[in-house]
């Protein structure tokens, strides 16, 4: 049931790098588009979801998100799925097989690096990929190429019957620029074609494919060398030429205006031969990529003498301000002082829990116990490792909590035999690649108490919908996931599966301390939704009555945004021993009244809040 | 290669950096103008730091401010303001909301919030106007309006007359939202006026 919203007429239009792909992957007659969210690439698919005219949808993991994409390929469609550069990592089991096979509609994968690292785990280089399974990678430096390449992308891969790989990177996904678009066409599938030895791959049809992958590849170098995706800036200071791929040739564009460049669209295959006349024009050749020295090495290796990551980083983002001082070392010349004011010490300012998040309850509690191992996962949980509560002690990649946890109960040694081990997971998390891990811990007997935080979003990614909601990407009804009964056909014993609360404290340090003493698994599923999606309600505001504040501090040990601390002191104890106290106010205005900073209040002091203020605010102090 | 106008806005998430970033843009692009914008988006929802790059003229390539060339710094919360003023030229200008906004990590006494980050700023050498834009959005009935106030503040700071940005903001609302358009425009002269910046333009 898509819900279709007006789409602009073919238009000059102020576009993000997502903006752009999503108009151009309708544009193209795509039928079925999927996706897991990911920063920086989430709004492709969102954005998607607003046209009509094809199939979108959130899929449970990027792997299926291909896997969906590919069999829309089969039957004859164009088919595209989108992913952040760590989800290629979960996807890469379909991809390196679906380049055995090939693609029948046009297939495009974008992928989307977070160079620069605003919200992942690590950073890595998806190019590589494209090496990897002898696929095509287009890299467009802004939101124009971005359309464009999108719509090239499809054509490219129909012609060479292959997945084509669009590589993003958060400096594309997240800029807005002007672009010109078009309209859409309409395809009719050719329809699904029975052909064993073409989409079955056992041994014996897929040895007999294996060649294509190279004889393709020798296409799409070919294509490289001629495609107007690759072209020349011809300028006059010839000392250094440049060569870049992705957003780096507009970095380089601005800090060397008189330097030709080479700029790569195709890049991989990349066009060697074309590289090599281009650096018999130049003194020196310095390749700009980000973020590892792939087309450096390919150069060298052909024989094309070139700088790159010697005097580049390695890591981060190639920006103006970064090259430029590096470009002046390779010339040899003195890099001058800056003239601006130069940078200030300030406190940072790390991401916090949302006012009134179910998962302050989670963590207090967990700041609360002692003797416990907290295995992590990936979502807005993670900031559970962070102040006040310390309370989260790895992060890996999606669904790892689970492993990791049975990993150290089956090899932990003397010294760590009376902990406990928990693991934290958040709903979407535990299906994207969770569950499979619960299994494990069922099925090898381990003993790991799980924290199923099920808040009905994908939180970190702004609120998406996932099998736990009961909701697709259009927001329509659909089956609901129901968490309890899916632990208990994992194997979990029905008695020791609770589900909670978070806002009751008591409640739920009551039944963590009793399962972590029970030396089997069990799920503690705390089922309060995340206060950014439509279906939060808010409750009435509390206060703190100053007077009866002691400065305990208990409260603040929460870790909700509202508190805040109005005086600090000191007193000696009759033990003599000195105890800080901080008093505090709350932000009424911000207090959504979820009662959590109350439970640890011991004088009572923090009451509602009467009347309650009207004034919307976020939480600012006013000097 | 003909001027580029850098203005780099700044605070924290939530207080509405990336809409007011983004009005900004549309008023430069009904000007004609090329126009960039970029942002570190991820985690803008978690009371973070977040900046917003906005870059127009004939023909923009990066999207992004180097270090020292902001022509203004629009600063959403005053310690946000200080952490950023080495994006700005040493004759840029910025205009800082002097309201605070202290995260856990001070209240829980772990880090100082600067005693006053606009006289920091002075103390640099850099030209700053400030004024308490939260408690003059509080003022006029919203704090949601803060945003508008510091549109309204860099308006006669522009290379376009101050209506062009005016007209970007209503326009926002106009079509939603009509009951807003007035307190926005309330909220836009009075950020205006809280620099001087009718005085300028008069």
Known sequence: ??????????????????????????????????????????????????????????????????????????????????????????????????????????????????????????????????????????????????????????????????????????????????????????????????DPRHWVMVPGNAKPRLPSMFEREAAAR?????????????????????????????????????????????????????????????????????????????????????????????????????????????????????????AQQVFPRPPTMCVACPHLGVYYTLSQMRNVIISGDIGCYTLGAGHPWNALDTCISMGASMGTALGMDKGRGKVDENKKVVAVIGDST???????????????????????????????????????????????????????????????????IHVLDPYELPVLFKALREETKIEEPSVIITNRPCVLIDHYQPAKSYTVEEDRCTGCGNCVEVGCPAIHVTRRDKVIKASGKEVDLSFVRIETSACTGCGLCVQPCAPAAIVHADPVQNVQSVQFVRK | MSKITNILVCGVGGQGVMTATEILAEAAISLGFDVKKTEVAGMSQRGGVVTSHLRFGDAVLSPQIAPGEADLLIGFESAEALRWSHMLRPDGVALVNSGRIVPPVVNLGLFDYPEDPVAQMRALGLTVHAFDASSLAIQLGNIRLGNTVMLGACADRLPFPAEVLRDAVLARFGTRKPQLVEANRGAFEAGRRAVGGEALAA
């Open chain 1, 430 to 496: 535990f299906m994207h690649m969770g569950m499979q891990g619960l299994l494990d811990i069922t099925w090898n007997r381990g003993n790991v108490t799980v924290l199923l935080l099920d808040n009905r979003a994908v939180g970190m990614t702004g609120g998406q919908d996932n099998p736990g909601t009961g909701r697709d990407i259009h927001g329509a009804e659909t089956t609901r996931v129901d968490f309890a009964k899916l632990c208990e056909a994992l194997g979990v014993k029905k008695e020791r």
């Open chain 1, 1 to 194: 049931m898509p819900v279709t919203q007006t789409v602009p007429a073919a238009a000059r239009m102020f576009l993000s790098g997502n903006d752009a792909v999503a108009r151009a992957v309708w544009e193209a007659g795509t039928r079925v588009a999927a996706a897991y969210p990911g920063t920086p690439s989430t709004e492709i698919l969102e954005i998607l979801s607003r046209h009509s005219g094809l199939h979108t949808e959130w899929s449970v993991n990027e792997k299926v998100s291909m896997e969906v994409a590919l069999g829309a390929s089969m039957v004859g469609a164009r088919a595209f799925c989108a992913m952040k550069h760590v989800g290629l990592n979960v996807a890469s089991d379909a991809l390196m097989t679906m380049t055995v096979t090939g693609t029948e509609g046009g297939l495009v994968i974008a992928v989307a690096d977070d160079v620069g690292m605003s919200s992942s785990q690590n950073e890595q280089d998806s190019r590589y990929w494209g090496r990897f399974a002898h696929v095509p990678v287009l890299e467009p430096a802004d939101s124009q190429e971005a359309y464009a390449m999108t719509l090239a992308a499809f054509e490219l891969s129909e012609r060479l019957k292959s997945p084509v790989i669009l590589r993003l990177t958060t400096r594309i996904c997240h800029v807005k620029g002007v672009v010109h678009t078009g309209e859409r066409i309409e395809i009719e599938p050719k329809g699904f074609v029975k």
């Open chain 1, 222 to 342: 070919a294509e490289a060398e001629v495609t107007p995706l690759n072209f020349q800036v011809e300028r006059s200071d010839r000392r250094i030429g440049f060569v870049t791929s992705g957003p780096t040739f507009m970095h380089v564009r601005e800090a060397f205006p008189d330097a030709p460049v080479f700029k790569l669209g195709l890049s991989c295959p990349p066009p060697l031969e074309s590289l090599r006349r281009f650096a018999a024009t130049v003194d020196t050749v310095l390749v700009v990529e980000e973020t590892e020295p792939l087309l450096e090495t390919e150069m060298k290796a052909a024989g094309i003498a070139c700088h790159g990551k010697d005097v580049l980083p390695r890591i981060g983002e190639l920006a103006p301000d970064v090259l430029e001082p590096a470009v002046r070392r390779l010339r040899g010349e003195v890099v001058p002082e800056p003239e601006h004011v130069p």
